[in-house]
């Protein structure tokens, strides 16, 4: 014990990393606490040298002041806030005045005018409560904070742990969740806070205002911004190369591409706090619910399910991990025929501009409701989506009854003779939600679709948790295991008897509740399925009107179509082995969102086919079928709308989901007036705010987009 070299507080090399005075005291009070463990081993008896169990609590103690470079995940983590600003202004106001003739300066300014501009009450500063900075942001260009000058560095610095909490960069390759895309070189930021105890930690951004800092400082650095929320979109609508990717969920998992993640990710706590990222609060007496961009499906399922609220979100993406912001932004939908999509409910939503600043669609923005047609599915191009608004629905129970029934009597193909399969189909289509699954190879199909009530028969229970907890592990573990099945399909994948085998094991798992009805609230039948995330697919989808918006035709001709389309659509995926993995249909209404694809309709069959193609990212097994797949499928479908009365140019792909169509025919099928009106309404937005649309292009776009709606960086 007494040959082990003495344990040394290497003080420089701690007073290197931490900022000047700041880390003084810092270091003054780690150094304090050290002495204190010291005295307290000798106090005990221990000689001076400290056996390697000291030395091994010790280096625990100093590791958290260590904590920048021990972190791996910020490992190549540079400093935001340049060096030589701070030397500058540590220059230019003397340590020794301390800060005299800074409160001057800012006493006879009152607030807001100086260097500070953000911090609307500089008077508490003076009196030395600090508490209005807690939502100070100026850090990244020109902090004013006292103790940046030397002025408080005796204190506590416990009023003031946002002024030395500061974002630090660094640099990250970024992989969409369906592996479709990958960037290079991108940025991201991590933000110190000190905890009471004056240890520093790193996260991600977590609230408005960490938005609001990045967006300023990518303002200056001139870099372009995107956000991602679970990354589960798969097409071009991600950064490019060398951009500013904000993660709207603070977990470091999402950065990191994980093919299984356990199963309360990224079940996050809610937070009352507006301006979080994770803030939920509901208005019961118009049904309004307001999340922060970063709250994901499943922390707004457990909500509405579990809390008194009289509400319930009629309609969503049967994901849960994905998040509001993004859900929003790619104008997501689920299901029933009378349901728009998620933008079409939205109220108002909340953004950050490219000066960093907060604005609302509609606010009081003339116009305003027009401008949320636009703002509501926007890509990010509006800027990054801090809150949003829903209108819901008054709560019910659904009578959740999937069936497995036979292929030709769940959706009669054209032709048949069996009025009544006919009827039976048409029932099921005017239910509250319908929802169609093939598994290739499969004689059967699974319908989900089911109608909801407000009063439970005799002798029911509400199944307050669906799926629970035992099915939803169950569900998680058996789509991983069914995902590691990609690297088989690529030695298999030319054998239909595999695609039916693995068919076949999909069906025999799906539940069929048609003679025992499942009562739970409408808020789990739409979130049905668990782990879906856990099993990496690629997946084109598209949106085909059944029958246009104004037209007299009678919902039967809807559904008759419908029958067309899905016949059609079961032929070619029999033929393409390609598709290993469903189809898939479901019906909905139409939509008033600028660009959504349900536009002008009035119902509106989604319908899309899944595979377990590899990406162009998995080069060892990649081939170009499924893009041809894709192509093939998107030809079928126009063909058919040709054939029953549709105009073809009206099929228009999921904006989320993969697409062989290039930007003159995306452009084309959601025809070019909608990309103006959409311009139109964000050179509105812009003009009020002192920028122009150029202005959100330069700071919030990507090379896509920019081709998309005709814009020049
Ligand atoms: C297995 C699976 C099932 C799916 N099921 C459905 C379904 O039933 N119905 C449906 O419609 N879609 C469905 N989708 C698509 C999915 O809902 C969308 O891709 C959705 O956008 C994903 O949300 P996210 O949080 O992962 O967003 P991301 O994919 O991470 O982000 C999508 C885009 O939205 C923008 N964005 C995200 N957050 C913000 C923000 N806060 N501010 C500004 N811009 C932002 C970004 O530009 C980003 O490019 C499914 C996807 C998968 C993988």
């Known amino acids: 014990m007494a040959n082990e070299p003495k344990y040394v507080f290497d003080k420089k090399k701690i007073d290197d990393e931490l900022l000047g005075n700041i880390g003084n005291a810092i270091m003054k009070e780690q150094e304090q606490e050290l002495n204190l463990f010291r005295a307290g081993l000798e106090a005990d008896g221990a000689d001076d040298d400290f056996s390697a169990q000291d030395k091994r609590e010790l280096e625990q103690l100093l590791s958290l002041v260590h904590k920048l470079e021990k972190d791996v995940m910020i490992q190549r983590v540079t400093f935001a806030m340049n060096e030589n600003d701070r030397q500058k202004r540590l220059a230019t106001s003397s340590a020794t005045d301390k800060g005299e003739s800074f409160k001057k300066t800012v006493a006879s300014q009152e607030c807001g005018t100086g260097c ?266 509006f800027g990054v989506v801090t809150k949003l608004s829903l209108q819901l629905e008054k709560k019910a129970i659904a009578v959740y009854a999937p069936a497995k029934v036979p292929l030709d009597k769940a959706i009669p193909p054209p032709g048949s003779t069996s009025v009544d399969d006919i009827k039976a189909f048409y029932n099921t289509c005017e239910m509250t939600y319908s929802e169609f699954f093939w598994f290739p190879g499969s004689d059967q199909v699974w319908v989900n679709s089911w109608n909801t009530t407000n009063q439970l028969p005799d002798g029911k229970k509400l199944t307050l948790e669906y799926p629970d907890e035992k099915q939803t592990w169950v569900q998680e573990v058996r789509n991983y295991l069914f995902g590691q099945f990609r690297w088989m399909n690529s030695q298999l994948g030319r054998y239909s008897w595999w695609r039916t085998l693995r068919s076949n094991l999909a069906m025999l798992w799906m539940p069929d509740y048609s003679n025992d009805p499942v009562y739970t609230p409408k808020q789990n039948a739409i979130h049905f399925g668990r782990g879906i995330h856990n099993m990496k697919v690629r997946d084109t989808e598209m949106e085909i009107p059944l029958i246009l918006e104004g037209s007299n035709e009678e919902d039967y001709v809807a559904w008759d179509r419908v029958r067309a389309f899905w016949s059609a659509a079961v032929e070619y995926v ?130 896509h987009l920019d081709a998309l709606f005709r814009a020049s960086p």
Not at 664 to 669: I, P, S
């Open 116 to 381: 500070c501009s953000c911090c609307k009450c500089f008077s508490c500063c003076l009196k030395n409560c600090f508490r209005c900075f807690d939502s100070c942001l100026s850090i990244l260009s020109t902090c004013c904070c006292m103790c940046l000058i030397g002025s408080c560095s005796d204190s506590c610095l416990k009023c003031c742990k946002c002024c030395i909490s500061y974002p630090v960069k660094y640099q990250f390759d970024f992989y969409n969740w369906g592996g479709t895309i990958n960037t290079k070189n991108n940025e991201g930021y991590f933000f110190s806070v000190f905890d009471d105890d004056m240890l520093k930690w790193y996260h991600p951004a977590t609230t408005r205002d960490d938005i609001r800092s990045i967006v300023k400082q990518a303002t200056q650095d001139n870099k372009r911004i995107r956000c991602f929320g679970s990354r589960h979109s798969w097409s071009k609508f991600f950064g490019d190369d060398n951009t500013v990717l904000i993660s709207m969920l603070p977990l470091i998992p999402a950065l990191l591409n994980f093919d299984f993640l356990p199963e309360k990710y990224p079940d996050l706590e809610l937070s009352q706090k507006d301006g979080d990222l994770n803030y939920l609060s509901m208005y019961e007496k118009s049904g309004i619910l307001t999340v922060g961009g970063g709250v994901t499906n499943e922390m707004i399922r457990k909500y509405l399910v579990n809390s008194n609220s009289n509400w319930q979100i009629p309609m969503n993406v049967i994901l849960v991990e994905v998040t509001a912001g993004g859900v929003l932004s790619m104008i997501c939908h689920g299901a029933g025929k009378e349901n728009p999509t998620i933008s079409d409910i939205a109220t108002s939503v909340e953004f950050v501009d490219p000066k960093g600043e907060v604005y609302e669609v509609p606010g009081t923005l003339p116009n305003g409701q027009e401008i949320l047609k636009s703002a509501s599915g926007a890509f990010g191009l």
């Open 574 to 703: 029999r033929n393409d082995l390609n598709v290993d993995l469903t189809l898939e249909m479901r019906l909905m209404g139409g939509s008033e969102v600028t660009l959504s694809p349900q536009k002008g309709n009035k119902y509106t069959l989604s319908i899309e086919i899944l595979s377990m193609a590899p990406t162009s990212l998995n080069e060892d097994t990649w081939n170009p079928k499924w893009q041809v797949s894709m192509q093939g499928f998107y030809n079928l479908m126009c063909t058919v709308a040709e054939q029953v009365g549709i105009p073809p140019l009206m099929v228009r792909p999921h904006w989320a989901k993969e697409t062989t169509l290039s930007v003159k025919e995306l452009r084309q099928v959601f025809e070019p007036q909608n990309f103006s009106i959409f311009n139109s309404h964000l050179s509105t937005v812009a003009q009020s705010r002192g920028l122009t649309r150029k202005d959100f292009f330069q700071r919030f776009s990507n090379k």
